[in-house]
């Protein structure tokens, strides 16, 4: 039973667009929301992050969204680059739990065409 | 950002043989690793948690016999795959974490797995 889902394993975008990743979860004690972005042969590195208490947080170019009651989160990128290319991974904790651990999504590979 | 590093980067056995894999946090003490798998196209399995000086925590379904974990200081924590089967094939990926501040877990770059 997966937890967190992105259901589009792959997204095109031409540079200069918006780019826009989505994840949905189901368990209604994630309280903290993380999104990685991965390159080929290389371990996921953190992007950006959101508690459930905010419905947006902005970083830059980045900007992630919460709508806790559709259980639906999504991180805007724009504008998008070709360095942007690589596999976004969604993950979710519930802030209560021991050890806090994250459980992931399946991720997307977002490709930005120049 | 904190380097985490993993070796080897990828190994070929023959089945029935072990395999270690290392996970080190190089510029930092890492208070909890973490130890993830994943198939092609899935997302990271969380297999076990550990802590440096005690016993690995295993999530459900994953058998502590199989995959042992060491986690021998606050930068080094290995996992071996003993008497490895085809289906053991993986990408393993560990990550180490400051403190319990979520964003501050960083991960290693994998070690792909291929039994034979």
């Known amino acids: 039973d997966q937890q967190v889902k992105q259901n589009s394993p792959s997204l095109s975008v031409q540079e200069g667009r918006i780019s826009i990743l989505n994840c949905d979860y189901t368990?209604?004690?994630?309280?903290?929301f993380l999104w990685y972005k991965k390159y080929p042969a290389e371990g996921p590195t953190f992007l950006i992050s959101?508690?459930?208490?905010?419905d947006k947080n902005e970083d830059g170019r980045f900007t992630v969204f919460l709508n806790k009651s559709a259980k639906h989160l999504s991180l805007h990128i724009v504008p998008s680059q070709p360095g942007d290319s690589a596999v976004y991974f969604c993950?979710?904790?519930?802030?209560?739990?021991?050890?806090?651990?994250?459980?992931f999504g399946g991720g997307t590979r977002l490709m930005v065409k120049p | 950002g904190a380097v985490v590093s993993q070796h080897p980067s990828r190994v070929i056995c023959k089945s029935g043989t072990s395999v270690k894999i290392e996970c080190r946090s190089l510029?930092?003490?890492?208070?909890?690793m973490f130890w993830y798998r994943q198939f092609p196209k899935q997302s990271l399995m969380l297999m076990a948690t550990s802590n440096e000086g005690s016993k690995a925590t295993y999530e459900q379904g994953v058998e502590k016999d199989k995959f042992l974990i060491n986690h021998a200081s606050l930068t080094l924590s290995t996992l071996t795959v003993t008497s490895a089967h085809p289906e053991d094939s993986s990408f393993y990926i560990c990550s180490a974490r400051i403190g319990t501040v979520l964003n501050e877990q960083f991960f290693g770059p994998g070690t792909r797995l291929t039994v034979l």
């Open positions: 368990n209604s004690m994630f309280d903290y």
């Open positions: 959101i508690s459930s208490i905010k």
């Open positions: 993950a979710a904790s519930a802030m209560s739990n021991a050890g806090n651990m994250l459980t």
């Open positions: 510029d930092f003490q890492a208070t909890t």
